[in-house]
Nanobody, 121 residues
Framework: QVHLVESGGGLVQAGGSLRLSCVASGRTVYMYAMGWFRQAPGKEREFVAGISWSGGRTNYGDSVKGRFTISRDNAKNTAYLQMNSLKPEDTAIYYC??????????????WGQGTQVTVSS
């Protein structure tokens, strides 16, 4: 079993930055991709960013390209999401997940409980 815990969410003004962290415990996340998704009230879960197990490949949702950066530190079993130039439409609960390298939530087996990000205008 893998346990994922996100942190770093909060309230920020538009144009500001936040850095989310996702720490994994239990079975190692090494050799698995990590992804970040988000879900706003009344909307479907949306792919934000993904990173391969080595960190050599990354991909991003169109709405965050150029503003968000995903990274990972396998020695610490931690994935990160650096979010810059935040917009009110980035407001959502952000989830990290472990699984295959893809954009479909079904490709990820384990999920964290989520962390709230609120961007005020």
């Amino acid at each position: 079993q893998v346990h994922l815990v996100e942190s770093g969410g909060g309230l920020v003004q538009a144009g500001g930055s936040l850095r989310l962290s996702c720490v994994a415990s239990g079975r190692t996340v090494y050799m698995y991709a990590m992804g970040w998704f988000r879900q706003a009230p009344g909307k479907e879960r949306e792919f934000v960013a993904g990173i391969s197990w080595s960190g050599g490949r990354t991909n991003y949702g169109d709405s965050v390209k150029g503003r968000f950066t995903i990274s990972r530190d396998n020695a610490k079993n931690t994935a990160y999401l650096q979010m810059n130039s935040l917009k009110p439409e980035d407001t959502a609960i952000y989830y990290c997940a472990r699984g295959q390298y893809g954009i479909d939530p079904g490709e990820y087996e384990f999920w964290g409980q989520g962390t709230q990000v609120t961007v005020s205008s």
